[in-house]
Structure formats: C-alpha cells, structure tokens
C-alpha cells in the first residue's frame, strides 16, 4: 500500500513537471514574441504578449525565466514611458516601474550590460538623477560586450547634457574610432562642437570624415556649417576646399555649378569672412582665370608635409590641380580642360612650384608632341624647380629631394637633355643620378619606412643617357647592377628587359670594367629569354 | 507592343536574370594593361586571381547582403561586375582600374565611376614585372576609392539596385510583414534600407512595384535570423496603390498558389554595422 501511495505521488510529482513545462513552453513563446515586438518598438503589442502569459509566469519555477519576464516587462514599461504620444502620468508610473523592474533584474543578473544601460537611460531623463547613470553606463562600458559602442554613445550624450563636452567628445571619438561610419556619432560630435563654438575643431572634425572616406559627408557638413556659423569660417571654407580636391570625387569641374554645394556657397558671396574666397572658389570652377586675381587664396603655403593649419595657397593649389587630373583623366579631347588648370596650378602657386602639376603638363605637352609648348614650360618653371629642390635640401628633406630630382631627370629625358657641358645640373643623367643616390640615403636613414624604389625604367634611363654622353662603362655599371638588383629579387623578367640580347650585342669590350662585362654576361646566359609579345 | 505580351517578355526577362543564383555576383578582375601582361608573364591568370579575391573582399565589406563571388556558380551568377587595369597612350602610361558590370545578359552603364587611376603620371614607379607590389598597391587604391560615400552611392545606384537578391519571400499574413530570405546579421541594413518586390500580377494583367520598409530581424519561427520588412507603398504599372486594402491587393496576391515569380531588388541600401539587440533609441532589447 505504502509503495502504491508513493507510486502515485510520484505519478502525481510527474504530472506536475510536465504541466509545468508546457506552461514554460508558452511562457517562453511569449517572451519570444514579446521580445520581436519590442525590437520593433511595439509596446503595446509586448504588453498584450505578456500579460497572458502572466498566470504562467506565477506558476513557473524558473527562476532564470522568470528574471527575463522581469526584464521584459520593464523594457514594455521603458517604450511606455518614452512614447510621446502616452499621457504624462502614465508615462511617469511607467518610467518608476522600468526602473524597479531593471533593478530586480540586476539583483540575480550584476553583468547584463543591456540592463545597466537602460537603467541609465532613464535615470539620465532626470538632472537630479544622471550622476547615478553616468556611473551606471561607466559600469556597462567597463564590461566590454559586443555592445559597448551603443553604451559608449549613451555615455556621450548624457556627458553633452551635463556640460562634461571634453569627456563627451572623448567617449565620441571613441565610438567613432570603432566605427567610422557611425552617423549618430558623427551628430553627437558635431553637435558638441558646435555648442562649444570650436570652429577649427568643426574644420578638424569635418577633414577627419574625408580622411576615413566620408567625402560626400564631408563636403555637406562642411556646407552646412557654413550655413550656420554666424562668421569666422575660414577654416570650414578652407576644409571645404580640401575636400573638393579629394580624388574619389572624379565629376568634371563644368558640372559643379549646378551642383547644390555651388548652389549654397552661391549665398555666400558677400560675407565678411569668407566672401571673397567663395567668389574666387566658384569662378575657378566655372573657369581657371587670372591666378593673380584669387587673393583670398593666394596666402598661407605649407612649405613641409608635416605642418598642421589651414593653409589657402596650398589647399587652392590642390584643387586646382585635382581639377585638372580630372579633366586629363577623361581623355585627350579634355586636355586644353587641363592645361588650364594645371597651368593656372603653376601660376598660382608661384614661387613655389608645384611637382605634379608640373609633370602632369610636361607629359601632356610631350604626347601631343608641342615641344613648344615643353620647352615654354622648362624655361617658366626650371628656376623654380631648382629652388624648390635647393629648399628641400636645406631643409634636410630627402623624401621631397628625391622627387625634385626624378621630376627634373624625367623632364630632361623627354627633352632629349641627356647631359649639359655648361651646367651639369640641367640634364637627365645628372638628376637621375642624384635620383638614386638620394633614395639610398633615404633607405638606408629609414629602415622602417616605406623604401624609396629607384624605378628600373629611370636606371635604364640613366643608361641611356651615360650611352649618349660616351660614358658606357657607367652606362653598362648602371644597367648591370639594376638588372642584378631585379635579378636577385626575384624579378627575372625585369632583370632581362634592361639585359636584352640587342643590348648585349652593343655592349663594348673597350672601356667598359672587365668585372661588369662578366656580370652582364652571366646574367644574359641565366636569364630566361625575352618573351615575344602575344607568346 | 501588345501590353500583355511586353509584361511577359519583361517577366521572362527578369527571370533569365535570377534563375542563376539571386544574390550572388561574380567578381572578375582582369589585366588589360599591355605592359602588366607582359612584365607579369606567365604569372598574369594567378595575378587577376588574387586581384579577384582582393576586390571581392571590398566589395563584401561595402555591400554585405550580397554574396560577391569569385567563381561562377552552377547556375551562373544573377549578375557580375569587372574591374580591368587598363593602361593609356602616354609615354608613362597612367594605369588605372575600370568598372563594368552585367545583370544576366544586360550591359550596365556606370554614370559617374570613371577610372580610377593607380599609377598617375606623377608616379614614376610602375611595378610591370613584381605581382606582389601591383596586388598591394592595387588593394589599397581600392580601399581608398571604395570607402569612399561618394563610391558607395554610385556603386549602389548603377549596380547594387539592379542585382536581383531573392526570387521569393514569406508572408506573415496576421503581422501583415514580408520575410526576406536575407541573413539579418550578414546585411548590416540602416533603419533606412528599403527593399523593392517585381513581379506581374494576373488579373488584371500589370506590373507591380512594391516598396518594403521598416526592416527588422526575425526573432522567432522558421524564418528566424532573416530580414522582416512591411509594406510602405505600392504601384500597379506605375499607378499607386492606396488606402486599406493595399496589402490584400500589392502583397496577399504572393501567398496564393498560382503566385507569380517575383524578384527582390534593393530600392536603397545604406549600411549599419548595427550593434545586434540595441534599437535605434539606444536602449538594449535584450539583458
């Protein structure tokens, strides 16, 4: 009998637990459907799920179950209370609910970063209250979740509200710093700056959003700000600019001025602070004109890569120039586009010449075969050239030295100025030499720097020049050591372009060093053969 | 043209596109530049390859919900994009990459991505003969060009708006919510996103277009981990379609048996690396 009745209790026991985890089952399939609701904001719809489930709730026992209930309930309780659309009260005993309902969850869950965040939330609604959340969002960022940015950012915001901007734009940037195309972000920290009327951090922030790709972004806020600053705006007009250079921005210059940016700066015009460059910005699109007639622009020139400002002459100078790469860019019919203004690039930046557009309109000049025109631009600009590369040697600036001289070598080559009795410097050997010799310096000074790679195209140019002044045992030095060099990198195919067969039939037993003549042989006999084009 | 027989040819069109695997695009990079292909011979086919992985990369981190392939599928692929080194006339040609794209046997026009220079004429070094040099150098213009806003936009409205993503959908008839075969977490979509359902509806004879917004993750069920989305508005061959028995009309007709093939395009993608179980408010949705 007695074992009868404990079968039957246990039968009973049994019965219990299944009931009761068919009862779990609903209970967690309306936690479920409240928990989708929720992620759409939808309350009410939560509240429903919830609330008939509630005789579960009393009747499960478990405990973990139960403590997600909880949470879900204040999370219902948290949308009530921020929906503008409930009424005031309600929302008030929503809000005393949420927080009652986060802290029960807190109490057998300490580390659930969701809970301490949106507690902190709604302490933040609250002046008296928001040093509580401040330190209630430390302890959820403290954490490290996955969703830590998302805590970061509620930090920010509440920091801004409380006038803490140093800390606020700190825990910004930190968001940022995770993810670069966080718009919410990117408001906070504009929004921060603007309130502390920190015009050069705007500009600061605004090259910052170019400089991770949001160009777009960047040339709108930028504009923006211009609209809303009431002066000052140089640096904003400045950074604009910049951006506008920005090579991912390939439309034609024709097309900027029915764009909406000209379209806003068009209202500018006239400002006290920034008038005269919108003016001179516009035109240069429009046109390149009188480089002599952009004095808003034509000040402030970065002499070294390393300086920080906000340099006009510098800036208008790039922009002019990356005008005219697009211009080149579409095609040959687009060249007197170009020519303009890389030529107006040139004036404008005078005395300080500027490289690339310089190059950029020698090999324009040289494909469309106007020597003229070539040596126009050798004569306007060499001293220039000169003075430039004079100013980067005394500066110590290998880095810039060692373009001065490849464009200089470069420029004599396409000329045929192989060499220059009167003066040495004026010819391509003697650039292209020194070329070399710089970039070694360079290597060998910066180990862990990017190398300065001595093209083979310029040895074999170096050659060819060494060949036409009757030098060819430095002609054949120069080549032998370039193909050696490629050779031993693993570039044999590089390696026989500068050793080729016809090269090898020339190359003179007389005059030239045994030792390279054996080099060059060597390599010829271990080099693969020089393929035909289409093979 | 008869109408009825240019909706069908339109239908049949479409699905020409997406009987080849929908959401996937095959990525091709190939050296067109003369000087590359000799300097880099024979190691031209194994450059392209990893150039291929390299832009297929860059691309999967800019537009997520789409699966950029590398290899063509069984099926063929919905659609493909190309990326050539190409080289022009100057003495020291400037090398740059080109875009092209196809969906299914349509030419795509790209308006405003030009080439994208690598080697400009200011840059006097040109690896013809080093693969490793040309693969990073590659790499990083890519980066460059391709994080930019202004790229992902033209990207996006010459390319990413045409790739069919999906041939069918499920309907949750009671929350009156379209389920898209999309991996939420892999699509990283912006509150913003908006999906765009094509197919031809019977009687009478037109050609819908129905927006989808308001996207969401599928928390529950067996469509759980995909991408919910509502209706925001619809047109029948242009023609808006309003008031209360819109969805019985533009979406309903998707659940019934003689249902029409359909394809699922993006009307307008925007990414956001969202931080899973926080809503836009900032507040966490789970503990």
């Known amino acids: 009998m007695k074992a009868l009745a404990g079968t039957f209790v246990a039968i009973l026991c049994l019965g219990a637990s299944v009931a009761a985890q068919a009862d779990d089952k609903e209970l967690q399939q309306a936690i479920a459907g409240a928990s989708q609701d929720l992620a759409e904001n939808e309350w009410r719809k939560a509240q429903r799920e919830l609330d008939k489930a509630r005789g579960d709730f009393k009747d499960s026992q478990d405990s973990e179950l139960r403590a997600q209930y909880g949470f879900y309930s204040a999370l219902v309780n948290h949308q009530c209370a921020d929906d503008a659309k409930v009424p005031q009260a309600e929302r008030t005993q929503a809000r005393t609910a949420a927080i009652a309902g986060y802290k029960e969850y807190l109490q057998t869950h300490p580390k659930s970063g969701g809970t301490l965040n949106n507690l902190a939330q709604l302490y933040a609604q609250d002046p008296a209250q928001q040093q509580w959340a401040l330190e209630l969002y430390d302890q959820a960022v403290a954490l490290q979740d996955a969703r830590s940015s998302a805590y970061e950012l509620n930090r920010a915001k509440l920091q801004g509200e409380m006038g803490l901007n140093d800390a606020a734009l700190k825990s910004s940037a930190e968001v940022l710093k995770k993810d670069r195309r966080n718009s919410a972000a990117q408001d906070l ?63 034609m210059p024709g097309k900027f001025g029915a764009s909406d940016t000209a379209k806003s700066l068009a209202r500018f015009t006239e400002a006290p602070d920034i008038g005269g460059g919108v003016k001179e910005l516009l035109a240069l699109y429009e046109k390149p004109g009188d480089p002599r007639a952009s004095y808003w622009w034509h000040q402030d020139f970065r002499y070294r890569d ?13 922009l002019a120039r990356a005008l005219g790469d697009r211009c080149r860019r579409a095609g040959a019919e687009s060249y007197p586009c170009a020519e303009a203004y890389y030529n107006f690039a040139l004036e404008f930046s005078r005395p300080y010449i500027d490289t690339d557009a310089f190059l950029a309109l020698a090999q324009i000049y040289g494909t ?15 001293g220039e050239l000169f003075s430039g590369k004079g100013d980067s040697i005394s500066r110590g600036d290998l880095r810039k030295e060692y373009d001065f001289h490849l464009a200089l070598g470069t420029m004599y080559s396409y000329l045929d100025k192989w060499s220059n009795p009167q003066w040495a410097p004026a010819s391509a050997v003697y650039q292209l030499e020194n070329a070399r010799r710089v970039a070694e310096q360079y290597n060998r000074r910066n180990p862990t720097k990017p190398q300065l790679d001595f093209p083979a195209e310029s040895a074999g140019m170096l050659s060819t020049g060494y060949e036409k002044s009757g030098d060819f045992n430095r002609a054949a030095r120069v080549r032998v050591e370039a193909a050696k060099k490629a050779a031993d990198a693993g570039d044999q195919y590089g390696a026989r372009e500068l050793i080729d067969p016809k090269w090898m039939s020339t190359l003179p037993t007389k005059g030239v060093d045994k030792a390279v003549v054996d080099q060059a042989v060597v390599l010829d006999r271990n080099l693969p053969k020089k393929k035909t084009k289409g093979t | 043209m008869n109408s009825r027989i240019f909706l069908g040819l339109l239908l049949l069109l479409g699905c020409a596109a997406v009987n080849a695997a929908p959401g996937q695009v095959l990525v091709v990079f190939k050296i067109d530049s003369v000087k590359f292909k000799d300097g880099l011979d024979p190691k031209v086919a194994t450059t392209e390859a990893a150039l291929t992985q390299k832009a297929a990369a860059q691309l999967q981190a800019m537009f997520p919900p789409i699966d950029w392939v590398t290899t063509a599928p069984a099926d063929g692929a919905a659609a493909s994009i190309t990326v050539t080194l190409t080289q022009n006339t100057l003495p020291m040609p400037v090398i740059s990459l080109r875009w092209t794209g196809k969906v299914g046997n349509r030419d795509l026009t790209f308006h405003d991505i030009h080439d994208w220079p690598v080697y400009d004429i200011t840059n006097p070094i040109r690896p013809y003969r080093d693969a490793n040099k040309l693969i990073a150098d590659v790499d990083a213009k890519l980066l460059e060009f391709m994080r930019s806003d202004k790229t992902e936009r033209n990207l996006h ?3 990413v708006m045409q790739v069919p993503l999906a041939t069918r959908v499920d309907l949750d008839m009671q929350k009156q919510a379209v389920v898209i075969p999309l991996s939420w977490a892999r699509a990283k979509l912006a509150d913003s996103c908006k999906f765009r359902l094509e197919f031809t509806r019977a009687e009478p004879l037109t050609q819908m277009t129905v927006l989808l917004g308001q996207v ?17 508005s619809c047109a029948a061959s242009g023609d808006p379609i309003d008031g209360a028995d819109r969805w019985q009309k533009c979406v309903a007709v998707l659940a019934t048996p003689a249902a029409p093939p359909l394809l699922v395009k993006f009307e307008d993608y925007k990414f956001f690396d969202r931080v899973s179980g926080v809503a836009a408010s900032g507040t966490a949705v789970t503990p």
């Not at chain 1, 972004?217 to 930028?222: F, G, H, I, N, P």
């Not at chain 1, 390393?306 to 790039?318: K, N």
């Open chain 1, 368 to 382: 469309t075969d106007r020597r003229d025109k070539l040596t126009a631009i050798e004569k306007r600009y060499e």
């Open chain 2, 216 to 232: 969401a993750e599928v928390l529950e069920g067996d469509d759980r981990g995909n991408t919910q989305s509502r209706l925001a």
């Open chain 1, 189 to 251: 920290s504009l929004a921060l700056l603007e309130k502390s009327g920190d015009i050069e951090g705007i500009a600061r922030f605004i090259r910052g959003l170019a400089e991770t790709g949001a160009v777009g972004t960047a040339v709108d806020t930028a504009v923006r700000e211009i609209e809303r600053l009431p002066g000052k705006r140089e640096p904003v007009l400045v950074v604009l600019a910049e951006t506008l250079a920005n090579p991912t921005l390939q439309d």
């Open chain 1, 306 to 318: 390393d300086q920080e400002g906000w340099f006009r002459g510098t800036t208008f100078t790039t």
């Open chain 2, 157 to 159: 409205d010459d390319f």
